[in-house]
């Protein structure tokens, strides 16, 4: 029995489809927020002692990284789809090999073997798959980041509020 070419699958074809779609869909359906002007540094770093900032300057820093924040939760929430539309590409990829391969062997184990080494589109599959992960990861750590740092600021303005408070009353009953 001749084996089959499989140059244009067209199940592979729909999913890859269907992964830029997602992708799209992301992007257009979603008002992202836009990247701040950072020229190209990315979100700040906090100073070791966020309590000697002046009061401007503690608002800026809050605002930069608020915007940070939004920025990058827009892009990991990308990621994560196109992460997801990767992954299903190399599912239905390696679901083909599977089936292409179960002929060859009776045992299961040796054809899923094949089946994710068989072709070099399963291999480049997987490194797109691993790219999206590994930026999905990436940008996950730089939002937590960012989310911290104006967390860390928002409660530095909490405490300088919380004190203005105390001062003023105790202006008002010591005349």
Same mark, same amino acid.
């Given at each position: 029995?001749?084996?089959?070419?499989?140059?244009?699958?067209?199940?592979?074809?729909?999913?890859?489809?269907?992964?830029?779609?997602?992708?799209?869909?992301?992007?257009?359906?979603?008002?992202?927020?836009?990247?701040?002007?950072?020229?190209?540094?990315?979100?700040?770093?906090?100073?070791?002692?966020?309590?000697?900032?002046?009061?401007?300057?503690?608002?800026?820093?809050?605002?930069?990284?608020?915007?940070?924040?939004?920025?990058?939760?827009?892009?990991?929430?990308?990621?994560?789809?196109?992460?997801?539309?990767?992954?299903?590409?190399?599912?239905?990829?390696?679901?083909?090999?599977?089936?292409?391969?179960?002929?060859?062997?009776?045992?299961? %184990?040796? $054809?899923?073997?094949? /089946?994710?080494?068989? @072709?070099? &589109?399963?291999?480049?599959?997987?490194?797109?798959? =691993? *790219?999206?992960?590994?930026?999905?990861?990436?940008?996950?750590?730089?939002? %937590?980041? $960012?989310?911290?740092? /104006?967390?860390?600021? @928002?409660? &530095?303005?909490?405490?300088?509020?919380?004190?203005? =408070? *105390?001062?003023?009353?105790?202006?008002?009953?010591?005349?």
């Amino acid at each position: 029995m001749a084996k089959p070419t499989w140059t244009k699958n067209p199940k592979v074809e729909r999913a890859r489809q269907e992964a830029r779609e997602r992708d799209e869909l992301a992007r257009r359906d979603l008002e992202l927020a836009p990247r701040p002007n950072d020229e190209g540094m990315g979100p700040p770093g906090l100073p070791e002692d966020v309590s000697a900032l002046s009061d401007d300057a503690l608002v800026r820093m809050m605002t930069v990284l608020s915007g940070w924040a939004d920025y990058l939760e827009a892009e990991l929430a990308a990621a994560e789809v196109h992460e997801r539309g990767c992954n299903d590409i190399l599912e239905v990829i390696e679901a083909e090999g599977l089936i292409r391969n179960w002929g060859e062997s009776g045992s299961v %184990n040796v $054809a899923k073997a094949r /089946a994710k080494v068989s @072709s070099s &589109e399963v291999v480049e599959a997987r490194d797109q798959a =691993q *790219v999206a992960y590994a930026r999905r990861k990436y940008l996950t750590t730089i939002f %937590n980041r $960012a989310e911290r740092g /104006a967390a860390l600021l @928002s409660r &530095e303005l909490t405490r300088r509020l919380g004190r203005e =408070q *105390v001062t003023r009353r105790a202006d008002r009953y010591s005349t």
